[in-house]
């Protein structure tokens, strides 16, 4: 049995979501969004959902601006009366160490308001008013954006999915892409276990599971895949939901720090992580050292976590280019095929205005931020998108 779509999207995490939502409403498309498991099960389910413009790449600044646009507007956004997104906007403080790294820092808030971002330097005085428990004894710089924040991973991506259904939308869950279907070098399909899905366009958005599609294809993309954890802390008092975002750039593993449900602190890193052979091959088991390195980290950094208890932990897969940037766009050779792949630990954060820009690729539309830094070719060409931090998840 077959199906014939406008469009297909593979992933229903929160970037193939906004995709879907997007190409039905730019283009009137009937959509089917594939996922071989259920909805938001993905890396999307793992993710700490912090929003942030603070970048080193431009148009990373210039996505995750728009995204904020989108979070804070969110329902009128999806014209869905029940759409949500849980976004707390209680703001953003980086902090930097003395030297090199807080220059370069310097240079980013620079360049961030010069293309639009509301980010700026704070005073030690000034950070403690927005965050009266942070200890800054050790820090250079300190960075601010007042109207960033965090939201819940799960009504954002489940609410951009009951916008596209509005929208004629279908989506199949139970149901994994088993291979791309092509005739003269162009997109027809994919095919499942239910039968063959017909659509001129396929937007894959598979994160960490890329190369289940690409490889039959002989296709070569660069992709590594790591273990991070995310740990949960209780201190003395209640952690305020208000409190800013941190992060922490005077640590080697770039910890960051929110709020979370319960009066709780949420404790994840910026670096590596574990190499994984495969997105599947997870290992559960949490590390003692490294709870102990986190707490240790945290209690040097909040007032009254010094004697800080772990209350909950998971674990989630970073799909990790060279660069750490995503791969976007279309695949040279294969007309119709649009790639989403390698946001090594950003997704969250551009999802909302990034699947409009690649609804526009799809549609041969023009780009609300050109993509083209993105493509897959960039690393052939030596062309990479280096961050000003060195590895990690803030580049």
């Not at 330097?121 to 960033?148: K, Q, W």
């Amino acid at each position: 049995m077959s199906e014939t779509f406008d469009a297909i999207v593979l992933g229903s995490g929160v970037v193939g979501a906004s995709a879907a939502f997007h190409l039905a409403k730019l283009g009137g498309l009937k959509v089917c969004v594939v996922e071989r498991g259920e909805l938001c099960s993905g890396g999307t389910a793992k993710s700490c959902a912090i929003v942030r413009s603070h970048y080193s790449v431009p148009s990373n600044t210039a996505l995750t601006l728009a995204s904020l646009e989108i979070f804070a507007n969110f329902t009128d956004y999806l014209e869905n009366g029940g759409a949500e997104s849980g976004f707390v906007n209680s703001g953003y403080l980086i902090l930097a160490p003395e030297g090199g790294l807080a220059e370069k820092m310097r240079a980013n808030l620079a360049m961030q308001s010069d293309v639009g971002a509301e980010t700026f330097e704070l005073s030690p005085a000034e950070a403690l008013e927005r965050h009266p428990f942070v200890a800054l004894d050790d820090v250079g710089l300190i960075g601010y954006e007042p109207r960033s924040g965090y939201a819940d991973p799960y009504l954002t991506t489940s609410s951009f999915l009951r916008a596209a259904r509005a929208r004629r939308a279908v989506v199949k869950t139970g149901c994994p892409a088993e291979r791309l279907l092509l005739h003269g070098g162009r997109v027809t399909g994919v095919a499942t276990p239910r039968g063959e899905l017909r659509a001129g366009i396929v937007v894959s958005a598979l994160g960490p599971w890329t190369r289940g599609l690409t490889d039959p294809l002989g296709l070569e993309i660069p992709l590594e895949i790591s273990r991070h954890t995310v740990l949960t802390f209780k201190g003395d008092a209640p952690y305020g939901r208000d409190l800013p975002v941190v992060k922490d750039l005077t640590t080697a593993n770039k910890m960051y720090f929110r709020p979370a449900t319960g009066g709780v602190v949420l404790v994840g890193t910026g670096d590596h992580g574990d190499p994984l052979a495969a997105a599947d091959d997870m290992d559960e088991n949490l590390d003692d050292d490294f709870v102990l390195l986190q707490g240790g980290q945290l209690a040097r950094r909040l007032a009254g976590f010094e004697e800080a208890a772990p209350t909950a932990s998971w674990v989630g897969a970073y799909d990790i280019t060279p660069d750490w940037n995503p791969v976007l766009g279309p695949v040279p050779g294969i007309e119709g095929l649009v790639l989403a792949y390698g946001f090594s630990g950003h997704g969250f954060k551009l999802a909302p205005a990034l699947g409009k820009v690649l609804a526009q690729t799809a549609l041969g539309l023009p780009q609300d931020v050109d993509l083209t830094p993105y493509r897959l070719g960039r690393f052939a060409k030596g062309e990479l998108l280096t961050g000003a931090y060195g590895i990690g998840s803030i580049s």
